[in-house]
């Protein structure tokens, strides 16, 4: 079994910037994705971006190519959400996740763990 554990969200005004953080509890053996979902209120699960195990592969939603930024550190294993010019839109609760034996996930129901989800809030 494998926990994530977040840390980074928080409250920030509009246009700044946030870091989030996803450390795995042990190392997955193997080639894995990890990456970041968000939930706003009354609405769906999305993926946000995520990364494959080299770092060659990327995935960006639409909404926040240009300001996102993810990044690991395999040594770490660990998966960086860098935030930057952030808008009320994004405010969600951000999850982590990992999926072994795949480059990228971006559907909800392909992901194997969870993180417990860290709580970002863009003020107007």
């Known amino acids: 079994q494998v926990q994530l554990v977040e840390s980074g969200g928080g409250l920030v005004q509009a246009g700044g910037s946030l870091r989030l953080s996803c450390a795995a509890s042990r190392r997955t053996f193997g080639t894995y994705t990890m990456g970041w979902f968000r939930q706003a209120p009354g609405k769906e699960r999305e993926s946000v971006a995520g990364?494959?195990?080299?770092?060659?592969?990327?995935y960006y939603t639409d909404s926040v190519k240009g300001r996102f930024t993810i990044s690991n550190d395999n040594a770490k294993n660990t998966v960086y959400l860098q935030m930057n010019s952030l808008k009320p839109e994004d405010t969600a609760v951000y999850y982590c996740?990992?999926?072994?034996?795949?480059?990228?996930?971006?559907?909800?129901?392909?992901?194997?763990?969870w993180g417990q989800g860290t709580q970002v809030t863009v003020s107007s």
């Open positions: 996740a990992l999926t072994r034996w795949r480059q990228v996930v971006t559907t909800v129901h392909d992901v194997e763990y």
């Open positions: 990364i494959s195990w080299s770092g060659g592969s990327t």
